[in-house]
């Protein structure tokens, strides 16, 4: 394909008009074409036009990229990407729901374990094997009482 510059006259029906300077483009199966200014210059916006959609979608694609870039780090150093995170969350809700009576049950918790701490190893060891019996026995308690308000509430 080859490119020329030429001045041409380009017949209407009933007029001739002529053209300063035009592209003559000859395609390989030797069928010529001849560009007029307008057409060129509608050549050259059209091609403006491309680039400005390609660079903007260019720029869009890079703010996205940035942005899903951004949010994976704030997330990578919240830790919420890590194993047991919405269960520590949701354990943390319903610890909240207790109000107050969370921190009293936390001081006597700690109280126990400070007041275990003043015995021998031995003794240790039997108050703290006594005391898991204990809370066991409350976490039981806990459970049956969960099981009986589900089983109330599903039969109102």
């Known amino acids: 394909m080859s490119v020329e510059n030429k001045t041409v006259k380009i017949a209407n029906d009933d007029s001739i008009a002529i053209s300063k300077t035009t592209a003559v483009e000859v395609i390989k199966d030797d069928s010529t ?18 680039d400005s959609v390609t660079d903007l979608v260019d720029s869009t694609l890079d703010r996205m990229v ?27 809700a319903d610890i909240a729901r207790l109000g107050s009576r969370v921190t009293g049950l936390a001081i006597e918790f700690e109280d126990a374990i400070t007041m275990v701490c003043d015995h021998s190893y031995p003794e ?3 108050i703290l094997t006594g005391y898991k ?9 806990i459970d049956s009482r969960i099981h009986f308000v589900k089983r109330l509430r599903n039969n109102i």
Not at 33 to 50: H, S
């Open 33 to 50: 074409c001849i560009m007029t200014n307008e057409d060129e210059g509608l050549k050259i916006k059209a091609a403006r036009a491309g």
């Open 66 to 92: 940035n942005a899903v870039q951004s949010r994976a780090k704030e997330l990578y150093k919240s830790g919420a990407l890590e194993p047991g995170y919405a269960a520590a969350r949701k354990d943390s």
């Open 124 to 126: 240790q060891v039997k």
């Open 133 to 141: 019996k204990l809370l066991e026995e409350q976490i039981n308690v």
